[in-house]
């Protein structure tokens, strides 16, 4: 008891401390997803003959979207407790997923993301940086490292879209992309390498373009969020590994 006790606690210290280094403007980009999330809930139980997700679901976007939020601006930050947030979004998220049947990304939420989330959450807790305790250290890729995930990125979304096309997926492409590129940006995580928001700049570009066509303002509006989180958490990252984290083999 004492053990998880003193758990608990460390993991509430670093969460508010996570929350205490957001800036203004994304705190603002926080608030503008749960202002679009909850309007979405509301007029989906207002209108229900006029709302494409059911109610259910559009509360699932509410959980999905307040969560996902907060976990990515904690990652931007190199902060550990972002990954329970992961968990819970994972997991609301995989139900909406299944249910408009883009399979590939749902098995890439529920075979990848949440099992690597716990295995990453254990390694970045094994690896905190000295001063500011509730972040990991950082890595990076060399050149010859880079032109080989480019290389297999492009070799495994061909090979993912064949498999697609005989689901019957609604977008078989970007569905595709979307999970070759998201398998290895997870392990970049697990193993805390910068180059991980290439990754996730590309991931959250396909995602957009996905929720263009299958719209859904609420993921729309996330990925979007996702796409600026994904720059800020690159110039984030390569400033900690540059400056504090002499981490770089």
């Not at 819970?88 to 249910?99: E, K, Q």
């Not at 001063?131 to 950082?138: G, K, P, S, V």
């Not at 805390?192 to 729309?220: C, G, N, T």
Request: hydrophobic share 55%; proline share 3%; charged share 15%.
């Amino acid at each position: 008891m004492a053990g998880v006790r003193a758990a608990t606690e460390e993991f509430l210290r670093d969460t508010r401390e996570s929350f205490r280094k957001l800036s203004w403007y994304e705190w603002l980009m926080i608030v503008v997803m749960i202002g679009i999330a909850a309007q979405a809930v509301y007029a989906a139980f207002a209108d229900p003959l006029g709302s494409k997700n059911p109610d259910w679901l559009t509360v699932i976007n509410f959980v999905s979207a307040v969560c996902g939020i907060v976990c990515v601006f904690f990652c931007a930050h190199a902060s550990i407790p972002n990954f329970l947030f992961g968990l819970v979004n994972t997991t609301v998220y995989a139900i909406y997923l299944w249910y408009w049947k883009i399979y590939a990304t749902f098995a890439l939420e529920v075979l990848f993301y949440f099992p690597m989330g716990i295995l990453a959450w254990r390694a970045w807790a094994n690896n905190r940086d000295a001063l500011e305790r509730e972040q990991c250290l950082t890595r990076r890729l060399s050149l010859l490292q880079g032109a080989a995930l480019g290389a297999a990125v492009i070799a495994s979304g061909i090979a993912y879209h064949s498999v697609l096309v005989r689901f019957g997926g609604t977008v078989p492409w970007l569905d595709a992309y979307t999970f070759a590129i998201g398998i290895i940006a997870i392990f970049l995580q697990l193993f805390r390498f910068r180059e991980q928001y290439v990754l996730w700049l590309l991931v959250d570009f396909v995602s957009v373009a996905m929720y263009i066509v299958h719209f859904d303002p609420v993921y729309l509006t996330k990925r979007g969020i996702y796409t600026v989180v994904a720059l800020i958490g690159f110039c984030n990252w390569y400033q900690l590994n540059r400056k504090r984290n002499p981490e770089n083999r």
